[in-house]
């Protein structure tokens, strides 16, 4: 799944992991933009290439997250469900079904996955899918109307925001020049929604870092 996807659902997740905490133990609304980088943070090994990770293996993989998780439920309890939720999606669901994923490491190195590709008709429909699910369920609990609120707190959203960038600019790098990527996009209908979708989770978040750096001027006022 591409970041849009892994982002939307993480999101979708862990309203859902949420909602079916009890409430008396689930506390206060989620923090959407640490949903959303957990939903993309195992892809860090992208950038660890250089240290001998290889891609969708070490950090696609349930054992190291139970692990760096212990921590967080220790002190969180049932509150960290929904943010562990939203990065064991990332492999158990997102690339499970895209690609193949090292799901069991150190236990066992085998790839796993249904390997739909990307992008394929089902990568594009459930991309576009948690996209639509995520936006109805932001408007329908009010999390919108914060994220579009003049509030220090979406000032994180700052970091989801540069980890779409840096996969535009991955996907970008792929490229000799802009003229022959848009040729490549325009020739599909799969593509050009799939850029559609990333443009508007872009300006969503944009919107919602801009409030958040507005709350800051305010205060400095
Ligand atoms: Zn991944």
């Known amino acids: ?13 862990a309203v859902i992991a949420w909602a079916l905490i009890p409430a008396a133990k689930r506390g206060g609304k989620l923090f959407v933009p640490a949903i959303l980088m957990l939903g993309v943070l195992p892809d860090v090994d992208l950038l660890l290439g250089g240290l001998g990770v290889v891609h ?30 939203a990065v064991v999606q990332h492999f158990a669901f997102g690339d499970f079904l895209m690609g193949k994923v090292m799901l069991f490491w150190p ?23 948690g996209l639509l699910f995520a936006l109805i369920i932001l408007l329908y609990i009010g999390d919108l109307k914060q994220l579009f609120s003049v509030n220090k707190r979406n000032v994180f959203m700052l970091l989801p925001l540069l980890a779409l960038l840096t996969s535009a600019v991955f996907f970008l790098s792929h490229w000799s020049s802009i003229v022959s990527l848009a040729g490549y996009i325009v020739s599909s209908g799969l593509l050009v929604t799939l850029m559609l979708a990333h443009v508007i989770l872009f300006v969503l978040i944009a919107i919602s870092t801009v409030q958040g750096l507005r709350a800051f001027r305010r205060r400095a006022k």
């Open 1 to 13: 799944m591409y970041f849009l996807g892994h982002m939307a659902w993480a999101y979708v997740w």
């Open 107 to 129: 236990f066992s190195s085998k790839l796993v996955g249904l390997g739909f590709g990307m992008p394929s008709v089902v990568d594009v429909v459930l991309e576009t899918a």
């Open 56 to 85: 969708r293996t070490v950090t696609h993989s349930f054992f190291l997250w139970t692990v760096l998780f212990i921590p967080v439920f220790v002190i969180l309890r049932f509150k960290a469900i929904p943010y562990f939720v």
